[in-house]
Each structure stands twice: as structure tokens, then as C-alpha cells.
């Protein structure tokens, strides 16, 4: 989970602030001890860490947190808003304007990530209905162009290569048939080396002369902490970046690179790579990111993933099962599937507003469930799925053996579904006024 450790040790300190009816000055002192070790541990820029806690504290020392009915919650806002602030304050996305097609140049090191986030960016972009394609300038490393093909391929979405020329040339050639050829974005996925040398920020910065990129987005690996930022910074030097694209935010990273990068290069962090999927490529909220952190949820994220899972006519068609009654355990087994889609249950649970570290550990969290449930109903027949009661015990033996699931799961998925069906049907029967002919409780899930 993203900034686990850091946002346990942050949660566990505001807690104890949160519990006091009176905070003093001694308390706010080692609250901030506890908030600055937090964040070094999390190698966060020392720097930035001192300049973090003194204003934190300043402002918490005020009269209007020390005098306040509640001024343990009122050191949670500041903490919040100085995170958000730390990361940037709001949303950069992509400057893609004027007349195209638009070159984006991905850079970075070797192994950050580029060519995978190259076609992350592609398949985001089709997503709003841009045209884009991609281009292929890495001639160094071995069998580079053919992992952008593969990359391509999976994002559906042409790959410009011209072997091994010179990859200016190519940038060049690569802008040029993307005019004649209607593509309105371009993406550049030029060469990294292990370590920065002067060739290879010579090579980008004619690539950056002769193609006037839009945007200079710098992929760096949010697990290699502080050299992510001395990363960033040289890049930044060589090429006036516009923006960071940081990768294995969904790792055991400790945080420092995300709570640092805006404060020490002074370019925004403009997405996050949040998995190995195409779609595990997330916009960049610092507000929301700060809210994750404090265990205070991002319900607006949670709604956007929602939301790009959910076909709305399939939801109609959904509903009036619902309302009819009709409703199986195989638009059951639709519904899971459109969850899943969403990432780990854990991650969307984290979303939800009072839901902590802490709790998630106690409920033990996994997809496991899931992977129970599809293989019980996927061991079902048709009729099976469609009338779950006809199964009886010889049914559940055999349902059970071919899943490879205890019987009792099976009977509590059964169970679980009966009294789903029952609750839909009672709120199918309210009436216009939206009064219930009689109460109901929310089955639990069946996992």
C-alpha cells in the first residue's frame, strides 16, 4: 500500500493529539519529533523535513489551534494542508494546447520504467479520444525497440521506428509522419543509460531542439527514494523538465521521492504507476495523496475508478433484474470482475474515509475471497447460476471438489446471495416516497 509505513507513524502520532481535549506546548513539540523522524525514515529530503515541521508547528502553536474546542483535530488540518502544499496543491496535467501533432518526450534512466509508462501514457491518452502514437529512439539497449512494439501492441496503438539511426533523425522523421498521417500526439521513448553521462543529455537535448517537445516527463523509480530527487534534479538541469512520472508507487517505497521532488526541483509530479497493468497509470493529487497518508480516504478517486469500470448500460440492465427478481450468480460474478478491475481490495478500501492501516490489518484484507467465489460459481452449471436453491447436497459435493473450495465457503456464498436477493427485492418494493414496507439489514459479504 502506498506510503505504508509512513502513514502508520503519522496516523499513530496525530492520534495521540486527536485523543487530548487540551493540547500544550510540550505536546506539540513531540508530536513534531515524531513527525520529523517519520518522515526521514521515510527519506524524505532533509530539507524539506525541517522546513515542513518548523511551519507545521508555527501554525499549530497559534491561538486559534491552541484555544480551539478541539485543537488535536485542527493539527490534522495543518498537517494535511502542508502536505498538500508539499506536494504541489493541486493537479498538473498534461499541457497538450495549440496545433499538433504534440510530442511528449519520456527520459529517464535505465529501468525506471519508460517504455512501459510510454504505452501507460498512450492508452490514458485514447482514453480522452486523442490520436496518439508512439516512437522508438532507443538504439542502445538490446532488444529495446521490439519491447516498445510489444508495448504498442498491447496499448493498440502504431509504434514509428527506423532501427538503428540516429535517433534525432528519427524523432524528426517520427514528428513529420505523424502530421501526414493524423496522429495528434506523439510519444518519444528515448535511451536511458544506468547512470547520467554527458552523451546521453547531449543526445536528449537535440532530440528536445529538433522536435519543440510540449512536454519533458521524467520517469524516475519512487523505490529508490532520495536518488530519485538528485535524479530529477540533474535531469531538470540538463533539460528544463515540465513534469515527473513516478513508478512503483504500489511497492514497499517509503514516500520520500513524491514528498520531496516538487519541494527540490520545483516541477510537479504530473502521474503515478500504481501497477503493471496499461490502466495502472493514475493523474497525480496532492490533496488526495495527503488524504491517503492521514488514513482520511479519496473518495474522488474511489468514484473515478468507479466510474471507468462501470458500463451504463449494463448498469440499467442490471437494475431491472433487480427490480424483476432475475438477478443470478452470474451478474454477481459480473459485479466481483468490475471490482477487480478497480486494483486490490485493500488499496480501495483505503479509499474509504475512517478506514486506516490499522483496521485493514485486523480484517486481514485480501482478494482471496474473490478467487473463492469465481471458482465456486464457475464450478456451477448454467441452471446452477441461474437458480442457486436446486442445490443440494450431492450438488454442493461436486461443486466443491471441482473448485477446490471448502463446502462451508460454499454454503455461506449461498447463504450470502439468498439474503442479497432478499434486500434487493425489499428495495425494489419501496414505495415513491421512499418509505420501506419493512426494515432490512446489509448481508455481509460473502468473504
Keep these: ?124 491518452l485514447k482514453k480522452e479520444n486523442r490520436n496518439p502514437m508512439l516512437a522508438a529512439l532507443d538504439i542502445y539497449r538490446p532488444a529495446a525497440i521490439e519491447q516498445l512494439k510489444v508495448v504498442g501492441k498491447r496499448a493498440d496503438t502504431f509504434v514509428f521506428e527506423e532501427g538503428k539511426q540516429d535517433p534525432v533523425v528519427t524523432a524528426q522523421n517520427a514528428k513529420n509522419y505523424a502530421r501526414a498521417n493524423n496522429y495528434d500526439t506523439v510519444i518519444l521513448d528515448t535511451a536511458g543509460r544506468l547512470q547520467i553521462d554527458e552523451d546521453l543529455m547531449e543526445e536528449l537535448r537535440s532530440i528536445k531542439e529538433a ?86 480516504g479519496d473518495v474522488l478517486s474511489l468514484i473515478e475508478k468507479a466510474e471507468a469500470q462501470i458500463d451504463m448500460q449494463n448498469a440499467k440492465e442490471l437494475e431491472e433484474k433487480m427490480r424483476n427478481q432475475t438477478y443470478t450468480l452470474d451478474d454477481f460474478m459480473d459485479q466481483i470482475k468490475q471490482i477487480q478491475n478497480m486494483g486490490p481490495l485493500e488499496d480501495l478500501l483505503a479509499m474509504i474515509p475512517g478506514v486506516n492501516n490499522k483496521m485493514l490489518k485486523q480484517i486481514n484484507v485480501d482478494d482471496l475471497g474473490f478467487q473463492k467465489i469465481e471458482a465456486l460459481i464457475n464450478s456451477m452449471t448454467k441452471q446452477e447460476r441461474e437458480k442457486p436453491e436446486i442445490i443440494g447436497k450431492k450438488r454442493k459435493e461436486r461443486i466443491s471438489k471441482g473448485s477446490g473450495v471448502d463446502v462451508r465457503e460454499l454454503n455461506k456464498l449461498l447463504k450470502q446471495f439468498k439474503e442479497l436477493k432478499k434486500m434487493m427485492k425489499q428495495v425494489s418494493n419501496m414505495n415513491p416516497k421512499g418509505k420501506k414496507g419493512r426494515g432490512f439489514r446489509m448481508p455481509k459479504l460473502p468473504f
Excluded at 499513530?12 to 493540547?23: A, D, Q, V
Excluded at 508555527?58 to 506536494?87: C, F, H, W, Y
Design 211 to 296: 522536435t519543440k517537445p510540449d512536454e519533458i516527463l521524467l520517469v524516475v523509480d519512487a523505490m529508490t527514494g532520495q536518488e530519485a530527487v538528485n535524479v530529477a534534479k540533474t535531469f531538470d538541469e540538463y533539460l528544463d523538465i515540465t513534469g515527473v512520472i513516478l513508478t512503483k508507487l504500489d511497492g514497499d517505497a517509503r514516500g520520500g521521492a513524491a514528498l520531496s521532488i516538487r519541494q527540490v526541483v520545483g516541477k510537479p509530479i504530473k502521474f503515478v504507476g500504481v501497477g503493471e497493468k496499461l490502466e495502472d497509470l493514475e493523474p497525480f493529487y496532492p490533496d488526495r495523496m495527503a488524504n491517503r497518508i492521514l488514513g482520511m
Design 1 to 124: 500500500m502506498v506510503f505504508e509505513g509512513l502513514s502508520d507513524r503519522l496516523q499513530e502520532t496525530l492520534g495521540k493529539l486527536t485523543g487530548k481535549g487540551k493540547l500544550t506546548e510540550k505536546d506539540i513539540d513531540a508530536a513534531m519529533r515524531e513527525i520529523r523522524l517519520s518522515l526521514l525514515e521515510a527519506d524524505v529530503n532533509y530539507k524539506v523535513v525541517k522546513e515542513f515541521v518548523k511551519t507545521v508547528k508555527e501554525r499549530s502553536l497559534g491561538a486559534d489551534v491552541m484555544q480551539s474546542l478541539s485543537p488535536g483535530q485542527m493539527v490534522v488540518k495543518i498537517v494535511n494542508e502542508e502536505l498538500t502544499n508539499l506536494m504541489g496543491k493541486e493537479n498538473s496535467r498534461l499541457d497538450l494546447k495549440g496545433s499538433t501533432p504534440h510530442m511528449v518526450m519520456m527520459v529517464g534512466l535505465q529501468g525506471s520504467g519508460k517504455t512501459t509508462h510510454s504505452g501507460k501514457l498512450v492508452h490514458m
